[in-house]
């Protein structure tokens, strides 16, 4: 079966034979070794050869100690088969005289030793069911010959949309989403055509390349695993730079390899945009924000330190999490969510509160022969803030979303249960307030089932609050809950 990609992973994942040019007293010197190129892990190398400054002068005597360690932000190898590597945040450990493991975080591969491969403007991207949110795809029809004969005469053909290209631009950078195509070699017997999603963000002014992943890459996974409800991960990354303002081909182009890319691209299918139920569709008809849009209000979130970005935000791509743990987060990050967005209204209404505290302590001083102790015991009873529990956070964070919560709630085992406790919870989100104490105290345990239940409602409102941050209409929440749901 022919399993290639419109998408090229060159080199491919493996081990490669090289030359490493380690930096040394204002020199390069060149020593044999090898580099290994892993899926979805951290680059790793070797050095078969004495590294110079491993001896030292003693006295008389020339001393080695072991093991050695040593610090390069950047450090450059030249692979046997014509390519080069830059790798980031290097490690390297001398454990023999002629022995050493390097250790990096990022490896970037192309054919070209640039000297200052690090500093980028262009990525390409691939995540695992991005195709689901481009809205068009790249076949707009085709047509075949029917015949009667035994052998069909006439052609076949296939038309392309250019409208499964989009584009997006501001004043810092431009994103276009868009199919890779690839045809098979000439073969009398066989002919295929695939498709291969991929996202390129052209940015303006060349930034760092951490930069470029804090604020690129990662929040456009994370969109996807937004958009999609569950997990994604990063199938292709190159980085690099253009040869000019507005070239499509022949830019210097670097594969990366490094933890949490796994360079396995894939080619669209029908089936499989199918099977993941989007809840945002690129397309300039929609009435939905821009994907760029999203990404620039994701930057500032991010860069706001905003609760549900570090709270939910954090987990988008983060699998197999126990029950217990995700209905904790996900009641924190609603609110912490609730709070920041009413930060001042409950600011001006704790100073209410503190201003009639003091009122009150100063007329009971007055009017009544209080000891100093019992003036201290009332002072420290009194709360500095007005009472608001979580409960009546989480109504008003439930009322926000355009779909009845609380009645999918009130179904489950779970709340069905709490509402039965002694402590008389008065709703849903009083039932909730009672179990998130009983488990981040200790003091109760519940069914795993019916917690998991109760923190996939959860996640869905949680997940239509992020939508809404982000700019996107409540019909884009909508089906967010809904696609959830089923």
């Not at 923190?455 to 967010?480: D, K, N, W």
């Amino acid at each position: 079966m022919d399993t290639k990609t419109a998408i090229e992973v060159k080199p491919q994942p493996d081990n490669y034979r090289c030359t490493w040019h380690l930096p040394h007293d204002g020199k390069i010197v060149d020593l044999p070794g090898e580099l290994d190129l892993k899926v979805h892990r951290y680059p790793e190398g070797a050095i078969f050869a004495e590294i110079p400054g491993t001896w030292t002068i003693h006295e008389t005597m020339k001393v080695m100690g072991f093991p050695q360690e040593r610090e390069f932000p950047i450090l450059k190898c030249s692979l046997e088969n014509g390519l080069h590597a830059t790798l980031l945040d290097c490690s390297i450990l001398i454990w023999a005289e002629n022995r050493a493991a390097i250790y990096a975080r990022y490896a970037l591969v192309g054919n070209r030793a640039d000297s200052d491969a690090s500093q980028i403007d262009r990525l390409k991207i691939q995540v695992s069911g991005i195709d689901s949110l481009f809205g068009k795809a790249p076949i707009k029809g085709h047509s075949m010959p029917i015949s009667e004969k035994t052998v069909e005469v006439g052609i076949w053909s296939v038309e392309q949309d250019p409208e499964s290209a989009q584009v997006w631009e501001d004043d810092g950078a431009k994103m276009t989403a868009s199919f890779d195509s690839s045809i098979t070699a000439a073969d009398p017997y066989y002919f295929r055509m695939c498709h291969s999603p991929a996202v390129l963000i052209d940015i303006k002014e060349p930034i760092d390349f951490y930069m470029a992943i804090r604020e690129w890459v990662e929040p456009l996974t994370d969109l996807a695993a937004l958009a999609l409800g569950r997990p994604q991960r990063i199938t292709y990354l190159a980085a690099g730079r253009r040869n000019g303002e507005e070239a499509r081909v022949g830019w210097t182009k670097y594969q990366v390899y490094g933890a949490g890319i796994h360079q396995d691209p894939y080619n669209s299918s029908l089936k499989g945009v199918a099977e993941n139920r989007s809840a945002i569709k690129w397309n300039a008809g929609s009435g939905e924000i821009s994907p760029l849009k999203a990404l620039r209000r994701w930057q500032e979130l991010n860069s706001s330190h905003h609760p549900l970005v570090e709270t939910y935000g954090s987990f988008l791509n983060v699998r197999a999490q126990h029950p217990r743990a995700s209905y904790l987060l996900l009641l924190q990050a609603l609110e912490g969510l609730h709070g920041y967005e009413n930060r001042e209204i409950e600011r001006e209404r704790g100073q209410r509160h503190r201003d009639r505290k003091s009122n009150v302590l100063q007329t009971l001083k007055s009017c009544l022969s209080l000891s100093p102790g019992d003036l201290k015991f009332l002072k420290g009873a009194i709360s500095n803030n007005p009472p608001k529990g979580l409960d009546s956070r989480l109504r008003e964070s439930f009322s926000q979303i355009p779909v009845d919560i609380i009645q999918e709630l009130n179904k489950t085992d779970l709340i069905k249960a709490a509402m039965t406790d002694s402590r008389n919870p008065h709703d849903a989100a009083d039932a909730l307030r009672i179990i998130r104490n009983d488990l981040a105290h200790g003091n109760k345990g519940y069914p795993v089932e019916d917690l998991a239940t109760v923190a996939r409602i959860l996640e869905q409102v949680t997940r239509a609050h992020f939508l809404r941050i982000l700019g996107y209409p409540e019909s884009v929440q909508v089906r967010a809950v809904i696609s959830e749901a089923h």
